[in-house]
Every structure is written in structure tokens, then in C-alpha cells.
């Protein structure tokens, strides 16, 4: 009985030290990508194991383990023999990341139309008249985190697995171009007031209304977002005062 226990003991032990390793493993794959994703980190960077290992405490294996799961992400790419650096940010992927957030959100807009309770209802209006007060006390960062919060209640209320996974594997992507986009003068106040036109047709459940705004809405980003000068100093690599997180 005795040397069972002990048995017992020497397998709870191993089984914490993978745990452990599993739990560094995760922190050093979010350390870096949140450096990428505040833009901490510039396109073409490069990423150096030794010098990420200095700065974050650890070994080079962890490091290691984490950029290769970054390039499977798109967050960071490789040249043989010559390293690893931060994935660049371009026009054809950004165009290609919101058609398909519209393609998504259009479905659930037109399906909320028809589905949503009238609780649900005024749980979508409520995140905007959060938006609104926010933005009356120029809180743009609070304002930023209700435009959020309304799209992604539109997704999550859809009640599709898939849809909501498919939303999930682009949040990265997505954060790290909001971080950019958000610098622009004027268009988290501009994206609230156009939250507020595809509530007032989710509200009447017009579905094809409801669409048609919500396309409208991306189409109004991307307008505004390809051009700016914010997109354009990021994608040379220029720093940018403005985009360095505080």
C-alpha cells in the first residue's frame, strides 16, 4: 500500500511538471503575440530566440515552440537560414479578413432579425446607448469596446458553433488591425452611428435593410481604413508615436 502511494505521488509529480511546462509554453506563445497584436512589434521584424528568451526569462525551447505556432497562425513568418520575423500587414489580407467578418455578420444580422427576443433586443440596444454616453464623455476607448461588444453579441446570439469559431480564429487578426484602424480621427464615432442604423432595422426585424447596412458598414471601413496614413506608416515599418501602446 505504501509504495503505491508513493507511486501515486511520483505520477502526481510528473503530471504537475508537464502542466507547468504546458502553462510556460502558453505564456510565452501570449507574451509574443501580444506584442505583435499591440503593435509592440513592426512588420518584418525579426525575432530573435536568444534575445525573446533573455527578455521573457525562459529557454529558447518554449520561444521556440511559440513562433512556430504563430506561423501556423499568420502572425509570423520564416526564411530559411535567416530567422523568424513579424508578419506583414497588407491590403489583400485586410480586404480578405473583412469580406469575409461581412459575409458572417450579414448572415447573423438578417438571422437576428428573425430570431432575436425581445430581451435580446434591448440587450443590443443597450450596448448602444453605452457606445453613446461613452462617446458623450469622449471615453473613445470605452466607446471602441461597445462598437466591439455589438458585433460580437451579433455573433454569439447566432447560436452557430461554426460561425462563432469562424469569428473566434480571426480575432487575432482582427485586433491587431483595430489597433491601427482606431488611430484614425473620427471612425470609432463614425462606426457607432453606423450601429445605430443597423439596430433601427434590426429593431423593425427588417431583414433585407439589416443586411444591406451592416454590408454597408465594412464597406465604409475598408473606405476609410486602406487609404489612411495610419495603415500606411505601419505597413513601411515607420513608427509611429500614435500606434505605440501606452
Do not use: W
Request: net charge neutral; charged share 30%.
Amino acid at each position: 500500500m505504501r509504495d503505491s502511494h508513493i507511486l501515486d505521488m511520483q505520477e502526481s509529480i510528473r503530471l504537475q511538471k508537464v502542466t507547468d511546462f504546458q502553462l510556460l509554453k502558453d505564456k510565452v506563445y501570449e507574451a509574443i503575440k501580444k506584442s505583435i497584436i499591440n503593435l509592440s512589434f513592426l512588420p518584418d521584424e525579426p525575432l530573435v530566440e536568444q534575445r525573446l528568451a533573455e527578455e521573457l526569462g525562459v529557454s529558447k525551447s518554449p520561444i521556440r515552440e511559440a513562433l512556430m505556432r504563430l506561423e501556423r497562425e499568420g502572425l509570423v513568418y520564416t526564411i530559411p537560414f535567416k530567422g523568424c520575423f513579424v508578419a506583414k500587414v497588407t491590403r489583400k489580407d485586410i480586404i480578405e479578413v473583412i469580406q469575409l467578418r461581412e459575409a458572417l455578420e450579414t448572415f447573423c444580422v438578417k438571422y437576428a432579425c428573425k430570431i432575436f427576443s425581445h430581451a435580446e433586443i434591448q440587450r443590443a440596444k443597450e450596448i448602444i446607448s453605452e457606445a453613446k454616453e461613452a462617446l458623450r464623455q469622449d471615453d473613445i476607448k470605452r466607446c471602441l469596446s461597445r462598437n466591439l461588444q455589438f458585433h460580437e453579441f451579433l455573433i454569439s446570439q447566432s447560436k452557430n458553433e461554426k460561425i462563432v469559431k469562424a469569428y473566434a480564429n480571426l480575432q487575432d487578426h482582427l485586433d491587431r488591425y483595430r489597433n491601427i484602424a482606431k488611430q484614425i480621427v473620427g471612425r470609432v464615432a463614425k462606426s457607432h452611428r453606423e450601429h445605430i442604423l443597423i439596430m433601427d432595422a434590426l429593431e423593425q426585424r427588417d431583414e433585407a435593410l439589416a443586411e444591406k447596412r451592416m454590408a454597408d458598414h465594412f464597406r465604409s471601413i475598408l473606405e476609410d481604413f486602406l487609404p489612411s496614413a495610419e495603415l500606411g506608416s505601419f505597413m513601411h515599418g515607420t513608427p509611429n508615436s500614435a500606434l505605440v501602446p501606452n
